[in-house]
């Protein structure tokens, strides 16, 4: 739009008006010299704040000879309507004798419209921001409540299934009990046959009681509070192997510890999970002439990956999946006795250190399980 | 009955008969007094309830404890022994189903003398009962039972 001028004697009546300025009060020069400016223009406006307190800069400028800066007002145009303007009204002095005043003036309908429009925009965005507060908190006490909710659910899950396994002992004894004591007692009462199928009832408790060990185990991994402190790993695999190797002196094994392996983590659960795994080796190499077990660490994209390594019966990978299925197992009982919880007992125990476990096998050539802690 | 008897409190009757035969076969031939719940095992001890009458001097040799009985379960009838004067000095091996159980009465140190394991397998504990009856009841000597 260009900024209107206008020049006004020191009577406040116009003197000139430049071609921006009759465009946008829709007055010529022509029509309006020698008018009061003010009169015209300015006062009276409904806007236009024309109360006693609110002096006309002009007469400000007239009197004191400063120049006055106007950022918010009102003229009115020659159809009646009102544009919103900012201005600034100057002295013009000649010899030091105030003689006139000039203004210049420029249409700032844009830039209210723009305030506007932002005074919008930031109400809009508080309110949203209000609302997505709101929201957030609804979705977080939602969250809170649903977790304690899994959280009760799974304790009594757990007490559940631990009073269960308990309970469920107590008549496993007497069958194991009972047939053992008629097979002793009685058993030359018995044929071949009668015994032999007594000796399957005792094998079957016994094997029952073996399953409910490992799950009691496996609940007590879950349920158990988390310590942790600086685990010596190797120390606690050689005591591990000391142990299992005192259950068969007989066999030849060659075992291999790395030295000085050590994590952060629980050590009752550390122990249960390396328990688990070096027996799983010494088991699935009991057919080996030499079995070889290794236990070791390597580094993988910038962390530890401990490893447990057989030469043993190993498993086919098309079925690696079932690994860490609780009651899940890749042999046959005839060919390995077991319980089919070992790995998922340690799954969840390296789950809980915030680790990961996954294995690698073959048929006849062995198996590793490569486990992180954290 | 000289002070020569166990005093057996087990709720089960096959645990029962069990423990029983595991003492015969550990060569125990000490008479057994069964009490099936702590409120009887107290009530033979006191000599009163619906063992009043008994010789209430007449103290078992060693108390064999399973720990889930109905009413007095084994715990309390641990604690009462142990706050007993006349009672105090009896032996008490508590019959635990788990380690965790063990860790329990541990963990309230009641004072049970030795904790006898409940495994499934009926050799192992016939076992354990032996090793227990080495150490409680070493001047037995009754005949090697069946």
């Known amino acids: 739009m260009g900024e209107g001028l206008y020049q006004l004697d020191e009577n406040g009546r116009l003197v000139y008006l430049n071609p921006a300025g009759e465009r946008m009060l829709g007055y010529s020069l022509t029509e309006i010299r020698g008018r009061k400016m003010h009169d015209l223009i300015h006062s009276h406006q409904p806007e236009s704040d024309d109360s006693p307190g609110k002096e006309c800069l002009l007469q400000r400028v007239l009197q004191d000879g400063e120049s006055q800066y106007e950022h918010q007002d009102y003229f009115r145009r020659a159809d009646g309507s009102s544009i919103p303007v900012e201005y600034t009204s100057s002295p013009l002095v000649v010899n030091g004798q105030i003689t006139g005043v000039v203004l210049s003036f420029r249409d700032i309908s844009e830039r209210k419209h723009a305030e506007a429009k932002e005074r919008r925009a930031r109400w809009e965005i508080e309110a949203k921001s209000t609302e997505i507060a709101r929201l957030n908190a609804e979705l977080e006490q939602r969250v809170r409540l649903r977790t304690a909710e899994l959280e009760t659910s799974n304790r009594e899950l757990e007490a559940f299934s631990y009073s269960v396994s308990h309970d469920l002992r107590a008549p496993l004894r007497s069958i194991d009990g009972f047939s053992h004591i008629l097979l002793e007692e009685h058993g030359d009462e018995l044929d071949a046959d009668a015994r032999h199928c007594l000796s399957r009832v005792r094998a079957a408790s016994q094997h029952m009681g073996q399953l409910i060990d490992a799950l009691l185990q496996l609940s007590r991994v879950t349920r158990a509070d988390m310590q942790r402190e600086t685990v010596d790993l190797s120390a606690l695999a050689q005591t591990i192997v000391d142990g299992l190797k005192q259950t068969a002196p007989a066999r030849q094994i060659q075992v291999c510890i790395a030295p000085g392996l050590h994590a952060s983590g629980d050590p009752r659960l550390l122990q249960v999970a390396l328990q688990n795994l070096l027996g799983n080796a010494f088991k699935f190499t009991s057919k080996q002439e030499r079995a070889e077990i290794q236990f070791g660490s390597l580094q993988q994209d910038g962390s530890t990956v401990f490893y447990v390594r057989d030469n043993g019966a190993g498993f086919q990978m098309e079925y690696a999946n079932k690994l860490f299925g609780a009651f899940q197992r890749l042999h046959g009982v005839s060919e390995f006795e077991g319980t089919g919880i070992g790995l998922a007992t340690v799954q969840r125990i390296v789950r809980r250190h915030g680790g990961r476990i996954w294995g690698e096998g073959e048929p006849d050539r062995g198996a590793t399980f490569y486990f992180t802690l954290s | ?146």
């Open chain 2, 1 to 146: 009955m000289k002070d020569n008897f166990i005093l057996l409190v087990e709720d089960n009757p096959d645990h029962e008969a069990l423990t029983i035969r595991a003492l015969k076969r550990a060569g125990l031939a000490n008479p057994v007094v069964v009490a099936h719940d702590g409120a009887e095992a107290l009530d033979f001890l006191g000599a009163k309830g619906i063992h009043a009458g008994r010789d209430i001097d007449q103290l078992p040799r060693v108390v064999l404890l399973d720990l889930k009985l109905p009413r007095v379960d084994g715990l309390e009838v641990l604690q009462h022994l142990r706050a007993d004067q006349r009672l105090q000095r009896i032996p008490v091996v508590v019959l635990t189903s788990s380690d965790e159980e063990t860790d329990l009465v541990r963990s309230y140190r009641l004072g049970a003398n030795s904790y006898i394991p409940k495994p499934v397998d009926f050799v192992q504990f016939v076992e354990a009962t032996r090793q227990m009856g080495l150490f409680w009841l070493p001047t037995n000597e009754a005949p090697r039972g069946g």
